[in-house]
């Protein structure tokens, strides 16, 4: 028997407020309480209390509170990718899907870590993973390596999302740069000859990899993309 719980078997009874649950609304409302205050002590008891309804009745659209948390994911990723069209261009369109993704989860960090690092199998991740692994396809990689080259990319770009995701109080992680900063640059140049020799240029130490990494990458799909061209055309 498939662990998955079909919505059509559900009962669509009122709640206590007169509010028809469906798996959509039951989405949007755990959604608006991760992002909302207290919204790292998640249960099911809470959504059924938001939703005026018995948490009993949570399960029968979702069978447990990581499968609705992996629908929130799914329905953040199709938000992202809402309107996105494949170009000509492969570097504008990877560097479109990778900027909606990063856009997204600094929108709402506390799905950020699940959203790095679990396989959702949503029909938007899904989607998404067509669309990607085509865009490779169409500039000439051959399907191994259009796979294995949207894996790098997408778990890069996902990860140092992740990373730039801070459960810090905003001062206390300017504060802690700071003392890393102020630190590091007033190193001795007879131990630390080398952090010494680029004290001027450590600030870009405090600032996200994102833009950096997400270039080295692009360039190097293009680069790769390029001696496709012509193994294609023998």
């Not at 207290?38 to 499968?67: C, E, N, Q």
């Not at 950020?112 to 679990?118: C, F, G, S, V």
């Not at 004290?199 to 799909?221: C, K, Q, Y």
């Not at 680069?223 to 193994?231: G, S, T, V």
Request: contains cysteine; hydrophobic residues 45%.
């Amino acid at each position: 028997m498939s662990g998955r719980v079909s919505a059509v078997g559900a009962r669509r009874r009122p709640t206590r407020a007169g509010v028809v649950l469906s798996r959509e609304l039951i989405v949007d409302t755990v959604l608006r309480l991760i992002d909302g205050p207290g919204g790292d002590k998640l249960s099911v008891r809470r959504v059924g209390a938001a939703l005026s309804a018995d948490p009993t009745a949570i399960y029968r659209y979702f069978r447990s509170l990581d499968a609705i948390l992996l629908a929130v994911a799914d329905r953040l990723i199709g938000e992202a990718t809402a309107g996105f069209v494949p170009g000509p261009d492969l570097a504008a369109s990877l560097r479109d899907i990778a900027g909606r993704i990063y856009r997204s989860m600094q929108a709402h960090p506390r799905l950020a870590q699940l959203r790095a690092r679990r396989f959702i199998a949503g029909p938007h991740e899904l989607r998404v993973v067509d669309t990607g692994v085509g865009l490779l396809l169409r500039a000439g990689f051959e399907p191994a390596a259009a796979v294995r080259h949207y894996r790098d990319f997408i778990e890069t770009t996902f990860a140092l999302a992740a990373l730039d995701v801070s459960d810090l109080a905003p001062e206390q992680e300017q504060a802690d740069w700071q003392t890393w900063l102020d630190t590091a640059k007033g190193l001795p140049a007879d131990d630390y000859p080398n952090m010494h020799a680029v004290r001027d240029h450590l600030p870009v130490m405090g600032e996200s990899a994102f833009p950096g990494v997400l270039d080295t990458m692009i360039a190097i799909l293009q680069r790769e993309a390029a001696k496709c061209i012509p193994a294609r055309a023998e």
